[in-house]
């Protein structure tokens, strides 16, 4: 059984860059087809998704944070990594990370962690 | 704003079928297969149905998914009190190379 697991500061100033890491257990990250995507959900709003990595290669972004977001991962700790740069407080959220397959299921996601953008 | 249009709440009594729709634009949905997740209170999401009407392992047949033209629609039958949760559709938008969700729609069972 896949479990996936967030971590990261739940606190981050605003202007800052925030950097959370999912670690994958129960498989290899690198093994099958997969995208390893991350998602957030404000208190009380609906999903949005952040974008996504194939480790075989390649990355989508959401286009409206394009700009501020590196997702990179780690297949030697089974891990993928989110840095969203320049947070402000429109950035406080809870944060998923969650398993795609190449057949666009979003099939297994972690508990979240809850972050907040504050001086 | 959400690409995909959900209603914001449907409520049903106990036992009984409640539907929830989801619309979008036929470039968005038209020819893409749908998800549905459902978001129990304090919880992750969890894959209810995929590719529009299949259901994972260990989802009970009383949740089914169908599309019709742009449209998306999730059933809910033998409706339970644990069933009060969040629903949400979504689904890979190719233009975008983005994944695209509706607002969601809270379930109420009475």
């Known amino acids: 059984q896949v479990q996936l697991q967030e971590s990261g500061p739940g606190l981050v100033k605003p202007s800052q860059t925030l950097s959370l890491t999912c670690t994958v257990s129960?498989?290899?990250?690198?093994?099958?087809?997969?995208?390893w995507s991350w998602i957030r959900q404000p208190a009380g709003k609906g999903l949005e998704w952040i974008g996504r990595i194939y480790t075989r290669g390649g990355t989508n972004y959401n286009p409206s944070l394009n700009s501020r977001v590196t997702i990179s991962v780690d297949t030697s700790k089974n891990q993928f990594s989110l840095k969203l740069s320049s947070v402000t407080a429109a950035d406080t959220a809870v944060y998923y990370c969650?398993?795609?397959?190449?057949?666009?299921?979003?099939?297994?996601w972690g508990q979240g962690t809850r972050v907040t953008v504050s001086s | 704003q959400s690409v995909l249009t959900q209603p914001p709440s449907v409520s049903a009594a106990p036992g009984q079928k409640v539907t929830i729709s989801c619309s979008g634009s036929s470039s968005n949905i038209g020819n893409i297969y749908v998800s549905w997740f459902q978001q129990l209170p304090g919880t992750a999401p969890k894959l209810l149905i995929y590719d529009n009407s299949k259901r994972p392992s260990g989802i009970p047949d009383r949740f089914s998914g169908s599309k019709s033209g742009a449209s998306a629609t999730l059933g809910i039958t033998g409706l339970q009190t644990g069933d009060e949760a969040d629903y949400y559709c979504?689904?890979?938008?190719?233009?975008?190379?983005?994944?695209?969700f509706g607002g969601g729609t809270k379930l109420t069972v009475l």
């Open positions: 979504g689904r890979w938008d190719s233009s975008l190379s983005a994944w695209v």
């Open positions: 129960g498989g290899s990250i690198n093994s099958g087809s997969y995208y």
């Open positions: 969650a398993r795609e397959t190449a057949m666009d299921q979003l099939d297994y």
